[in-house]
């Protein structure tokens, strides 16, 4: 397990100046609600894009909760540093399996359209069915509800 000082003395992560907080902590507020609006508001019609945007909320709120708690800043490797901060700084294993659900959904989804680059017509041709479009729709909507909101949630609590 990686510790907080390692990451600090290899400048993956860094501390906020208190001249700089204000500024983080407006900016992923705002962040992550945009991206839950945008996720809420795309599930039927442009649900891989509102699972992207999902994962999205889930990290900014993170970036949030380690900036306004913790005065942390992550550097390097954002999405896996943000977690590996998160795992060593919040206990809660049920917090962290969400995260790391998110993240492997935003990793899947990626990786889809970076295969879709390469094989542009293949890929489009096999997610434009109806089938697809379903499933899509399906796994959109219970991962906005049954993990991004549940994190939002969680993490707001860890905000008060």
Not at 66 to 80: E, G, P, S
Not at 118 to 124: A, L, N
Not at 135 to 149: D, G, S, W
């Amino acid at each position: 397990m990686v510790n907080l000082n390692t990451l600090f003395k290899n400048k993956i992560i860094s501390k906020i100046s208190d001249l700089e907080i204000s500024r983080y902590v407006n900016f992923f507020e705002s962040s992550y609600n945009d991206n839950l609006k945008h996720s809420k508001r795309n599930i039927e019609e442009f649900s891989r894009w509102s699972i992207i945007s999902g994962y999205y909320a889930m990290h900014d709120i993170t970036k949030l909760l380690l900036a306004k708690k913790f005065k942390i800043k992550i550097d390097i490797r954002v999405h896996k540093t943000t977690i590996i901060v998160l795992r060593e700084l919040i206990k809660n294993k049920e917090i962290i399996k969400l995260i790391q659900k998110g993240y492997k959904e935003f990793l899947s989804l990626a990786n889809d359209l970076e295969e879709a680059k390469k094989e542009r017509v293949k890929v489009q041709y096999y997610t434009g069915t109806d089938f697809l479009k379903e499933e899509y729709k399906k796994r959109a909507l219970e991962f906005h509800q049954k993990t991004v909101l549940l994190y939002l949630e969680k993490i707001n609590e860890l905000l008060k």
